[in-house]
T-cell receptor, first 116, second 113 residues
Framework: DSGVTQTPKHLITATGQRVTLRCSPR?????VYWYQQSLDQGLQFLIQ???????AKGNILERFSAQQFPDLHSELNLSSLELGDSALYFC???????????????FGSGTRLTVV | DAKTTQPPSMDCAEGRAANLPCNHS???????VYWYRQIHSQGPQYIIH???NNETNEMASLIITEDRKSSTLILPHATLRDTAVYYC??????????????FGKGITLSVRP
């Protein structure tokens, strides 16, 4: 158990639907990162939050959004789902403060999303 | 834009050392080298990182060349459970927007019995 909890582990939904993926970071970690991993794309960075604020955006579609709550858990919302959104979605957390070198991320076990 | 270059795959015999190379010829002075691995669809796992000195922990050793343009991850006694994709990543010190880790294709290590 890495300490980063992602729910649900598996999700099957139909095209056009909306889903929410949840991530609870490791205790004490302030940063949350979301990654998408599909078969042909590898691990793609989507978005980062630090202590409730968005810090960096990667290749995140406009149909996707995220937020980090005061208790530091984060949710990734995926809407108008398409077949191509089927992928593993990973959340990672790290202890970071401005100017501090992170010792590395801790990843959760991921949510496998299947869009049918 | 990839900052590291790794061969696509390699294999080694169980019990032998696995030496995984990585080229990062454009690395900047303040950039660290990180290694992660991903075992079959599990979340990537942090292994080790270093700046310029060689590093060792309970999982592996990291050897960085003096010019820092390449490095080698060494798994001293590979087991079947070490079969995974290994990612070499370079990243500078955390500055908010620059804190993300960018994963390339990695190297697939196959440990054979």
């Amino acid at each position: 158990d890495s300490g980063v909890t992602q729910t649900p582990k598996h999700l099957i939904t139909a095209t056009g639907q909306r889903v929410t993926l949840r991530c609870s970071p490791r205790s004490g970690d302030l940063s949350v990162y979301w990654y998408q991993q599909s078969l042909d794309q590898g691990l793609q960075f989507l978005i980062q939050y630090y202590n409730g604020e968005e810090r960096a955006k990667g290749n995140i579609l406009e149909r996707f959004s995220a937020q980090q709550f005061p208790d530091l858990h984060s949710e990734l919302n995926l809407s108008s789902l398409e077949l191509g959104d089927s992928a593993l979605y990973f959340c990672a957390s790290s202890v970071t403060g401005s100017g501090t070198l992170s010792i590395g991320y801790t990843f959760g076990s991921g949510t496998r999303l299947t869009v049918v | 834009d990839a900052k590291t270059t790794q061969p696509p795959s390699m294999d080694c015999a169980e019990g032998r050392a696995a030496n995984l190379p990585c080229n990062h010829s454009t690395i900047s002075g303040n950039e660290y080298v990180y290694w992660y691995r991903q075992i079959h669809s599990q979340g990537p796992q942090y292994i080790i990182h270093g700046l310029k000195n060689n590093e060792t922990n309970e999982m592996a050793s990291l050897i960085i060349t003096e010019d820092r343009k390449s490095s080698t991850l060494i798994l001293p006694h590979a087991t079947l459970r070490d079969t995974a994709v290994y990612y070499c990543i370079v990243r500078g010190t955390y500055t908010g927007a620059n804190s993300k880790l960018t994963f390339g294709k990695g190297i697939t290590l196959s440990v054979r019995p």
